[in-house]
């Protein structure tokens, strides 16, 4: 299949500009857009062939749902059960935005949609042209992250044609992404409110509307064998590099000091190595592939970063990569849980007298 690649230009969010990708859409086929956390693969949602062509063109299993677009508020009510008042303040405080809320599911959302589930994970993107797409489709629009399934979700235009070029019709450019990590996912079909998964909506936010917020406990602990976390693709090793990938945690000159060590030892084994640095520190680095990641006095920097850092990583073929790692506050939360995913919880923890503690290895 050849893939039409659609720019976007100033002009661009006239209907006109959208009235072929919505015809795309509506005739099952596939039209990949960006949207202000990761670009999306989007199919007609009430479609079931549709959604099944999703599948396929990422190579994802079956079981994992997809998250539903919708532009308006107008557009809720079909789609579920019903409303919970928890959802209404949530959409009030934060729709359009970077959250994802799960509610039971109608008749009218096929069950190849829904990953098999009674449920169904709805969102309303910010982003301009997401907004454009969903209203020119008429219909709701799946899309899960635009990335074959297992890689780093696609944070730009070309890191979506890298993937998806030549398996589906469209793929919109908008640019780079703004938030850089998908979307805050927000279980409201259980006794009380649960993240599935941290992004830019943080947990102060929600329980600022919420009140107590349970955490899925896949979010702290690696998966064991019988976990079972309630957002099937959080069980997972996706958002992962090629390399293998070792968190380094301690103090600011630790971690620097524990980095340089043991990039040293692998590269004098032959290894590429990758070091993921900020701002601060990427000057004190001397072996290796050193990239920065953004910088430590603004969490969006590096949430906007990382997914490509992974990619460049691939690109440039290094075997392993040490990383520094963040405090886990606020967006914080989601950069951690996406690094941690890539490490595949392979990390060293370096005490200031210089001993490490080494958990997770050897996938
Ligand atoms: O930011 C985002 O959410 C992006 C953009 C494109 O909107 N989309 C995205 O989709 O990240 P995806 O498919 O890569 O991730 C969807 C996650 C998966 O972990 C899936 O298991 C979970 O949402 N999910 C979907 N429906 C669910 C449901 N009914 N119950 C629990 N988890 C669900
Ligand atoms: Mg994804």
Request: overall charge negative; aromatic content about 4%.
């Amino acid at each position: 299949m050849k893939t039409k690649i659609l720019k976007v230009t100033g002009h661009a969010l006239e209907p006109a500009f959208f009235r072929e990708a919505g015809q795309i859409l509506r005739n099952g086929g596939l039209v990949a857009f960006p949207t202000e956390t990761v670009y999306g693969l989007g199919g007609n949602a009430l479609d079931a062939d549709a959604s099944a062509k999703i599948y396929a063109a990422k190579g994802r299993p079956s079981d994992n749902p997809l998250i539903v677009h919708i532009s308006s508020m107008e557009e809720l009510p079909p789609l579920v059960k019903r409303i919970p008042e928890e959802a209404e303040r949530l959409a009030a405080a934060y729709w359009p935005g970077p959250m994802t809320i799960i509610f039971e599911k109608s008749s009218l959302i096929p069950d190849t949609t829904s990953g098999g589930l009674k449920t169904v994970a709805v969102r309303m993107p910010s982003d301009p042209v997401a907004q454009a797409l969903i209203r020119a489709a008429g219909v709701p629009i799946a899309a899960p992250s635009a990335n074959t399934s297992g890689r780093p979700s696609p944070t730009e235009a070309k890191h979506v044609i890298e993937d998806m070029d030549g398996r589906i019709e469209m793929i919109i450019d908008g640019g780079p992404v703004d938030v850089g990590v998908e979307s805050t996912i927000v279980d409201l079909t259980g006794e009380k409110p649960m993240l599935l998964r941290p992004g830019a909506v943080t947990l102060p936010m929600l329980e600022a509307v919420l009140g107590e917020v349970l955490l899925d406990p896949v979010l702290t602990k690696p998966m064991a064998p019988g976990m079972h976390p309630k957002a099937p693709g959080m069980k997972y090793r996706h958002y992962a590099p090629r390399a293998e990938m070792i968190l380094v945690e301690g103090s600011q000159e630790a971690v620097v000091r524990t980095i340089g060590k043991h990039a040293a030892e692998a590269a004098a084994e032959g290894k590429r190595v990758g070091i993921i640095a900020t701002e601060e520190t990427r000057g004190r680095y001397h072996t290796g592939d050193i990239k920065c990641i953004g910088t430590r006095s603004d969490q969006a920097s590096v949430a906007h970063n990382l997914f490509a850092v992974l990619r460049a990583f691939d690109d440039d073929g290094v075997d392993v990569i040490y990383s520094e790692s963040f405090p886990a506050d606020d967006l914080g939360l989601a950069i951690m849980n996406r690094m941690m995913k890539a490490a595949g919880h392979h990390r060293i923890v370096t005490a200031s007298d210089g001993t490490e503690t080494e958990t997770g290895g050897g996938r």
